[in-house]
């Protein structure tokens, strides 16, 4: 069976959850926070999560683990069988990551973590944020899917990425990334509605005040 490591308030892992949720794979939770321990970097050679241990050995990195679930579990796939719709939803799965959630991570230290970045950071989030979400606007399809008519792994990727981008930009700048983005509102509430995702939301709430106070602890 699929070990699937990480913990629930992870998005990256979510991701991955929600797919193997979505696509019926039996698979096992090993509760884990990233970490430098020998024993862990034996299995994520970064130390981060998620991290899925197959027959094979251990893979890393969610795009990479999506992708070889597609392949071993092609039924249903969260990929279209056309190779330039299935390049636009990874192209799609790579603005969500690289210019929305990865561009808010920089300010998670404080707007999460009782930490704090300079000004200097604050303002340059602050306009890559409104640069990124924009660009995914304008590449993005809603209909009502993010690529199109079909559920994809892009819709996953958008949902866990926008959030906490969202977050970012409400307790750091006061501002709405999705307030003149009726499009990706709609498509939040009609992933909500999904079974798989309400479990996976339910489980991250729960998880939240565990990992809180890990990360303050140390």
Not at 77 to 83: E, G, H, N, R
Not at 162 to 186: H, N, T
């Amino acid at each position: 069976m699929l070990k699937l490591y990480g913990f629930t308030v992870s998005n990256y892992f979510n991701i991955v959850k929600v797919a193997l949720l979505e696509k019926g794979v039996d698979f096992e939770i090993v509760d884990t926070f990233p970490n430098q321990t020998d024993e862990f970097l034996g299995k994520s050679a970064i130390g981060k999560v998620p991290c899925l241990e197959t027959e094979h050995g251990f893979l890393t990195e969610a795009s990479v683990i999506l992708d070889y679930l597609d392949d071993i579990h092609s039924e249903p796939s969260l990929y279209p069988t056309d190779p330039w719709q299935k390049a636009k939803v990874r192209e799609l799965m790579k603005y969500s990551e690289l210019y929305v959630e990865l561009v808010a991570r920089r300010c998670f230290p404080e707007a999460f973590f009782g930490g704090q970045v300079s000004d200097e950071t604050r303002e340059q989030v602050k306009a890559d944020l409104q640069k990124g979400v924009a660009a995914l606007r304008r590449i993005a399809v809603f209909s009502p899917y993010i690529a199109g008519e079909a559920l994809s792994y892009a819709d996953f990727c958008f949902m866990f990425c926008i959030g906490p981008a969202v977050q970012v930009g409400q307790m750091m700048f006061g501002m709405d990334l999705l307030a003149d983005f009726p499009e990706a509102q709609a498509l939040l509430a009609l992933l909500n509605e999904r079974e798989h995702v309400k479990t996976v939301n339910d489980d991250m709430q729960k998880g939240m005040q565990a990992y809180l106070q890990a990360v303050q602890g140390k």
